[in-house]
C-alpha cells in the first residue's frame, strides 16, 4: 500500500534534529541514512523529502570502510527497506523504491517494532527481536519488573529473553546453540532457567536445560545418568530449579528432577512418585514444595505436589485419570489442568487435599500461573474454539481481553495466552499486536497487563 501524501508529510513536519539513530534519522526534510550498501560498496547517502511522498537523492558518498552491520542492502532494481528512522524521537520503518532517475516513492510506513517495547494504559507490548519475528513472556519476578520468555532474530534463531520492563530494555541471552532456546522461569533476582536444543553430530534435536544468571554466561545443567534430553521450567528464590530429564542413553524414559544453581547438584526426585515410571515437573516455590504429573501403576498421569520426598496425588476432575500441576504459589495451592467427564480440559486449583475446577467459557481451559492470592491465569477456548488469554479471579473466569480499556484493545487482535502472575496481579503471556491494522497485518508478541 502506498501512504498518502498527508501522513508522509506529517511525518517530515513532526520531525525534529535529533541524535542519530543506529540505521537513520529524518531532520527536517532530509533523510539520512549512514550505510547503505550497494554492488559491494558502502554509501553514505541522504535523501530530501518533496510532498507529498516522494524522496530525492540528493548525495551518495563512497565510504572507505565497511562497517560490522550495514544498514541496508539496496538490490540493483534500486529497491530497499530501512528498518530504523528516527523521527521525532518515535522509530519508524520504511520501504523505498526507484520510481525512475532521481525519485524514490516511501511506502508501508509504520513504526517499526524491531526491539521496541510499545506502552499502552493497561497493557504493553514487550516487543520483537527482528521484523517478522515473534516473542513470548512466560515468567515474572514478583516486583513485575523483569520478564522471562524467548524471541526470534533476524537470522531466524530463538533466543532467550530477559525484558527489564522499567526501562524498556530487552536482554538478549546466549542459548546452547541450538538456537531453539526458551526462558521459561525466572525469580525475583533475575536468573532465568530454560531449555534450548543443542548441536549434535547427526543432526537430532535434543533439548538441553539451562539457567542464566545476571552476571554469568549461560549455564548448561546437563542431563540425568546417560539421559541425552532435559528441560527446565520452574525456579524459586532460592536457585532451586526444576524440571524432567532422561537418565538413560536411548531417552526412553523422563524424570522430575532438582538443580541447584548454587552448588550445581542435579538429583531425581526421590521416594515413590505416584507408582510409575515417568514424572514430570513444572513449578516450585520458596519452600520446596513442586508442582508437577507423574504416571501411576495402573497407566494414569495425575497431578502431584511434592516436598522432602512425599508426593501428593491431587487425583483428576471426574475421575478422568489425567490431570497436570503447571504452578504452584508459597501457600502451596496448585493449578493445571485436567481431563473431565465431557472430554475436555478443565483448569483446576488444589490445595492438596481437594481438586476445585474452574468456569470455562464452553471449551478447553488451561491454567498455567497463580500467585499468593489465589489469582490463577491460563488459556482458554470458547465454544468455536477460539482462543483466550484468562484471569480467574473471585470465583469467575474474566477474557483479559475484554477487561482492557478501548485505548488498549484498538492496538491488539487479541490475547491468547497468560503464563504467569504476581502477586500485585501484573499478567504476562503473549497475543497478537497489530501492525498495520488497515491491511489486517499483525504478529505475535509477549505482553505485560497491570489491571
Same mark, same amino acid.
Given at each position: 500500500?502506498?501512504?498518502?501524501?498527508?501522513?508522509?508529510?506529517?511525518?517530515?513536519?513532526?520531525? &525534529?534534529?535529533?541524535?542519530?539513530? *543506529?540505521?537513520?534519522?529524518?531532520?527536517?526534510?532530509?533523510? #539520512?541514512?549512514?550505510?547503505?550498501?550497494?554492488?559491494?560498496?558502502?554509501?553514505?547517502?541522504?535523501?530530501?523529502?518533496?510532498?507529498? @511522498? !516522494?524522496?530525492?537523492?540528493? +548525495?551518495?558518498?563512497?565510504?572507505?570502510?565497511?562497517?560490522?552491520?550495514?544498514?541496508?542492502?539496496?538490490?540493483?532494481?534500486?529497491? $530497499?527497506?530501512?528498518?530504523?528512522?528516527?523521527?521525532?524521537?518515535?522509530?519508524? %520503518?520504511?520501504?523505498?523504491?526507484?520510481?525512475?532517475?532521481?525519485?524514490?516513492?516511501?511506502?508501508?510506513?509504520?513504526?517499526?517494532? #524491531?526491539?521496541?517495547?510499545?506502552?499502552?494504559?493497561?497493557?504493553?507490548?514487550?516487543?520483537?527481536?527482528?521484523?517478522?519475528? $515473534?516473542?513470548?513472556?512466560?515468567?515474572?519476578?514478583?516486583?513485575? /519488573?523483569?520478564?522471562?520468555?524467548?524471541?526470534?532474530? =533476524?537470522?531466524?534463531?530463538?533466543?532467550?529473553? %530477559?525484558?527489564?520492563? &522499567?526501562?524498556? #530494555?530487552?536482554?538478549?541471552?546466549?542459548?546452547?546453540?541450538?538456537?531453539?532456546?526458551?526462558?521459561?522461569?525466572?525469580?525475583?533476582?533475575?536468573?532465568?532457567?530454560?531449555?534450548?536444543?543443542?548441536?549434535?553430530?547427526?543432526?537430532?534435536?535434543?533439548? #538441553?536445560?539451562?539457567?542464566?544468571? &545476571?552476571?554469568?554466561?549461560?549455564?548448561?545443567?546437563?542431563?540425568?545418568?546417560?539421559?541425552?534430553?532435559? %528441560?527446565?521450567?520452574?525456579?524459586?528464590?532460592?536457585?532451586?530449579?526444576?524440571?524432567?530429564?532422561?537418565?538413560?542413553?536411548?531417552?526412553? *524414559?523422563?524424570? =522430575?528432577?532438582?538443580?541447584?544453581?548454587?552448588?550445581?547438584?542435579? !538429583?531425581?526426585?526421590?521416594?515413590?512418585?505416584?507408582?510409575? =515410571?515417568?514424572? $514430570?515437573?513444572?513449578?516450585?516455590?520458596?519452600?520446596?514444595?513442586?508442582?508437577?504429573?507423574?504416571?501411576?501403576?495402573?497407566?494414569?498421569?495425575?497431578?502431584?505436589?511434592?516436598? *522432602?520426598?512425599?508426593?501428593?496425588?491431587?487425583? +483428576?476432575?471426574?475421575?478422568?485419570?489425567?490431570?497436570?500441576?503447571?504452578?504452584?504459589?508459597?501457600?502451596?495451592?496448585?493449578?493445571?489442568?485436567?481431563?473431565?467427564?465431557?472430554?475436555?480440559?478443565?483448569?483446576?486449583?488444589?490445595?492438596?487435599?481437594?481438586?476445585? =475446577?474452574?468456569?470455562?467459557?464452553?471449551?478447553?481451559?488451561?491454567?498455567?500461573?497463580?500467585?499468593?492470592?489465589?489469582?490463577?491465569?491460563?488459556?482458554?477456548?470458547?465454544?468455536? *474454539?477460539?482462543?483466550?488469554?484468562?484471569?480467574?479471579? @473471585?470465583?469467575?473466569?474474566? @477474557?483479559?481481553?475484554?477487561?482492557?480499556?478501548?485505548?488498549?484493545?484498538?492496538?491488539?487482535?487479541?490475547?491468547?495466552?497468560?503464563?504467569?502472575? /504476581?502477586?500485585?496481579?501484573?499478567?504476562?503471556?503473549?497475543?497478537?499486536?497489530?501492525?498495520?491494522?488497515?491491511?489486517?497485518?499483525?504478529?505475535?508478541?509477549? $505482553?505485560?497487563?497491570?489491571?
Amino acid at each position: 500500500m502506498k501512504y498518502s501524501g498527508l501522513m508522509f508529510a506529517s511525518l517530515a513536519l513532526c520531525s &525534529t534534529v535529533s541524535n542519530a539513530a *543506529d540505521q537513520a534519522t529524518f531532520s527536517g526534510d532530509t533523510l #539520512h541514512i549512514y550505510h547503505v550498501q550497494y554492488m559491494n560498496k558502502m554509501y553514505d547517502v541522504k535523501m530530501q523529502f518533496r510532498a507529498p @511522498d !516522494k524522496l530525492i537523492l540528493v +548525495s551518495a558518498a563512497e565510504l572507505s570502510t565497511m562497517p560490522d552491520n550495514p544498514v541496508v542492502k539496496v538490490s540493483e532494481k534500486l529497491k $530497499f527497506k530501512v528498518t530504523e528512522i528516527n523521527i521525532g524521537g518515535s522509530i519508524y %520503518r520504511a520501504d523505498i523504491a526507484s520510481i525512475g532517475g532521481q525519485e524514490f516513492q516511501a511506502t508501508g510506513v509504520a513504526l517499526a517494532t #524491531h526491539g521496541k517495547m510499545h506502552k499502552g494504559q493497561n497493557i504493553s507490548n514487550l516487543g520483537i527481536l527482528a521484523e517478522g519475528s $515473534f516473542s513470548y513472556a512466560y515468567s515474572i519476578s514478583e516486583d513485575g /519488573s523483569i520478564i522471562a520468555g524467548r524471541s526470534r532474530n =533476524a537470522n531466524r534463531v530463538t533466543l532467550p529473553i %530477559r525484558f527489564h520492563y &522499567t526501562d524498556g #530494555h530487552i536482554e538478549v541471552l546466549e542459548g546452547l546453540g541450538g538456537g531453539r532456546a526458551e526462558g521459561r522461569a525466572i525469580n525475583n533476582n533475575g536468573t532465568i532457567a530454560g531449555h534450548d536444543t543443542i548441536p549434535t553430530d547427526d543432526d537430532s534435536r535434543v533439548y #538441553h536445560a539451562f539457567y542464566n544468571t &545476571t552476571d554469568a554466561a549461560t549455564k548448561d545443567i546437563g542431563t540425568l545418568g546417560e539421559g541425552k534430553d532435559s %528441560r527446565a521450567y520452574g525456579i524459586n528464590n532460592n536457585g532451586i530449579i526444576v524440571g524432567w530429564s532422561a537418565s538413560l542413553a536411548d531417552n526412553s *524414559d523422563n524424570i =522430575a528432577y532438582t538443580y541447584d544453581s548454587n552448588t550445581g547438584a542435579m !538429583k531425581a526426585l526421590e521416594g515413590n512418585i505416584l507408582g510409575g =515410571a515417568r514424572s $514430570f515437573a513444572f513449578g516450585i516455590n520458596d519452600s520446596g514444595q513442586i508442582a508437577g504429573v507423574a504416571t501411576t501403576a495402573d497407566g494414569s498421569a495425575l497431578a502431584f505436589i511434592y516436598k *522432602d520426598g512425599v508426593a501428593t496425588n491431587l487425583g +483428576s476432575i471426574d475421575n478422568s485419570g489425567y490431570s497436570e500441576a503447571r504452578a504452584i504459589n508459597d501457600k502451596g495451592q496448585a493449578t493445571g489442568w485436567s481431563l473431565n467427564a465431557a472430554g475436555n480440559y478443565a483448569a483446576f486449583i488444589s490445595d492438596g487435599s481437594s481438586m476445585q =475446577a474452574l468456569p470455562s467459557f464452553g471449551g478447553d481451559t488451561k491454567a498455567y500461573g497463580i500467585n499468593t492470592h489465589g489469582h490463577v491465569v491460563g488459556s482458554a477456548r470458547d465454544a468455536e *474454539d477460539g482462543k483466550h488469554a484468562f484471569l480467574y479471579k @473471585d470465583g469467575e473466569l474474566h @477474557d483479559l481481553y475484554e477487561m482492557l480499556p478501548a485505548e488498549d484493545k484498538a492496538k491488539w487482535k487479541e490475547l491468547r495466552e497468560a503464563f504467569s502472575i /504476581s502477586d500485585d496481579g501484573v499478567i504476562v503471556g503473549r497475543g497478537r499486536y497489530w501492525s498495520d491494522k488497515e491491511n489486517g497485518k499483525n504478529y505475535s508478541a509477549a $505482553f505485560r497487563i497491570k489491571l
